[in-house]
């Protein structure tokens, strides 16, 4: 863990609420795609916990969905402003485990960290292949982005106003895999769970304290024991996995 | 001796500042940030004796100036805290440690404290009759004189360390409570605990926390912990650890005016890991502008 102040580069709106910013300044706590930063805004307490979705050279870039003030307060801001941001943080998703022919399952803003992973997969020669899930055409966002990075890129809508009709789990059949990594809600997230056939690795969301492991504030049951989603997630195995209903 | 040295029931601190139990875990994660050993001390997450889950997610809310928590007490029991946490902990932290205790019955309190009184590392045991999110304990023994002397007197039984009480602010007179602690043979009292509050969702029409109602802490709360802190330091005799939104160098030297000996900084390193370290660093500038020579002269200054 880090904590730096970046400086936004970029803020532009990629769909109706889903924002793309870019961040200049020190990345270099970040290890591992999956994991994510916790920024600090003006008038609010806690800070706003949001994934990684890519990483250059001292360039970080995140996409948020606008759900309340914090989001909303993002939204506004211009090239120039300076943020005060935790980075580094959770344990991040295990490129060890891909095989041969990863499956990553996106739904709507969970998509992002699974960017930055398909552009560390693909690199090591692996055939990635992207399913990824949103509601309508409106809100699809890097298709082209995951494309360009040589990842088969499949993408789904619940009302089929493009690409398939349905959600993630209704496009995997034909799609060969060793191991699956999902981002998304948490009812996607549980069919996944039921629909997929190997190993995979979950990233959770949680509403967080700290973010670093101090508060207890974000902890679930897992099979393996009690975890913080903060700290020893927001990346769990799918086999350690205990749905709490 | 520094300028910034302390006593609190008889140990030297290096100085004042003390995180507070539950915002601090058990050191790990802020040794890994900086050299925790800058701290006077620190009070480690409130240890029952079995292990706790703690409540249903979510736990902490959003509010003006401040968060409302819920976790209840979860923590890995006191076997663990003694086998696993406290060898973990004398590798990044040489000083004695605050010991944060929570029980749900009068044993368990017992039982706790007699566990931990036999760890050299333990400095103090602070007694956590203020917790607002368990029921059936915690807070229900803070709430009361006769039922918080009841613990004091057997916590006291069983330990040779200082006893400081965690006092709760959700009463209507708190001097009633920490005098009932001093006569019960108290040797400190620490408070604020947090203020019972709730959130809803006013999209959903539902709790924010899975308990419903948790505890207000943050910058919000600081002046009622500070009217809290004079009131009770004008009451007793016994040292008087005072907490409750603590954020800034500032807020310290208010605190220590107000009459506390020490004082506790919670939720702000939640939302700042290095606050503690900064305070600490900044204190000796501050005391110069303030024509301070050391900081054990303002404790009570304002009384």
């Not at chain 2, 404290?113 to 917790?131: A, F, T, Y």
């Amino acid at each position: 863990m880090e904590q730096v102040l970046l400086k936004v580069i970029e803020n532009k709106a990629l769909a109706p609420t889903v924002f793309r910013m870019k961040l200049e300044g020190s990345t270099k706590a970040i290890t591992a795609p999956g994991q994510f930063v916790n920024i600090k805004l003006d008038g609010l307490y806690l800070r706003r916990p949001i994934s990684v979705c890519d990483l250059e050279k001292n360039v970080l870039t995140i996409i948020y969905k606008v759900v309340g003030e914090g989001t909303e307060q993002m939204s506004k801001m211009k090239a120039g402003a300076v943020l005060d941001v935790l980075t580094g943080l959770g344990n991040g998703y295990d490129t060890a485990l891909s095989g041969d022919r990863p499956l990553l399952l996106g739904g709507g803003v969970g998509v992002p960290p699974l960017y930055l992973l398909a552009k560390k997969l693909l690199p090591e020669g692996k055939k990635v292949t992207a399913v990824l899930g949103f509601n309508t055409k409106d809100e699809v966002f890097y298709e082209n982005e995951f494309k360009a990075l040589g990842a088969v890129t499949i993408i789904t809508t619940a009302d089929g106003s493009y690409g398939k009709r349905g959600f993630v789990t209704d496009a995997l059949d034909g799609i060969g895999y060793t191991h699956f990594y999902t981002c998304g809600p948490e009812p996607m997230l549980k069919a996944v769970y039921r629909a997929t056939k190997t190993s995979g690795q979950f990233s959770f969301e949680r509403r967080m304290g700290c973010g670093f492991g101090a508060c207890m504030g974000c902890s679930c049951k897992t099979i393996t024991g009690y975890k913080r989603i903060c700290k020893e997630g927001p990346v769990l195995m799918k086999e350690e996995i205990l749905w709490e209903d | 001796m520094g300028r910034l040295n302390v006593d609190l029931c008889g140990i030297e601190l290096d100085n004042p500042v003390i995180p507070s139990s539950g915002t601090f875990g058990y050191g790990h994660e802020f040794a890994k940030i900086y050299d925790i050993n800058c701290l006077g001390t620190f009070s480690f997450k409130g240890t029952t004796k079995e292990e706790r889950f703690g409540n249903p997610t979510p736990r902490v809310a959003e509010s003006p100036s401040g968060c409302v928590n819920a976790v209840g007490l979860q923590n890995p029991g006191v076997d663990k805290v003694i086998n696993e946490e406290l060898p973990k902990l004398k590798e990044c932290f040489h000083k004695p440690v605050i010991a944060n205790v929570s029980g749900f019955s009068l044993d368990e309190y017992v039982y706790v404290c007699e566990r931990l009184d036999k760890e050299d590392q333990v400095g103090w045991l602070e007694v956590n009759i203020s917790c607002p999110n368990v029921h059936g304990g915690g807070m229900s023994f803070g709430t009361d004189p006769k039922a918080a002397a009841l613990v004091t007197k057997a916590v006291k039984g069983v330990t040779t360390k200082p006893v400081i009480m965690k006092l709760s602010p959700n009463v209507t007179d708190i001097t009633e409570i920490a005098k009932a602690c001093e006569d019960s043979g108290a040797d400190g009292v620490s408070l604020i605990n947090t203020i019972m509050a709730m959130r809803i969702d006013i999209k959903s029409r539902r709790p924010v926390l899975g308990n419903v109602t948790g505890g207000l802490s943050g910058k919000a709360v600081f002046p009622v912990a500070l009217r809290m802190v004079y009131q009770t330091a004008k009451a007793v005799k016994i040292p008087v650890v005072g907490l409750g939104g603590v954020s800034s160098a500032e807020d310290v030297i208010e605190m220590m005016m107000a009459g506390a000996s020490a004082v506790q900084v919670g939720a702000a390193n939640l939302i700042d890991p290095f606050v503690c370290k900064n305070i600490i660093e900044d204190l000796p500038e501050l005391m110069d502008r303030l024509g301070i020579k050391n900081i054990k002269d303002i404790i009570g200054a304002a009384l």
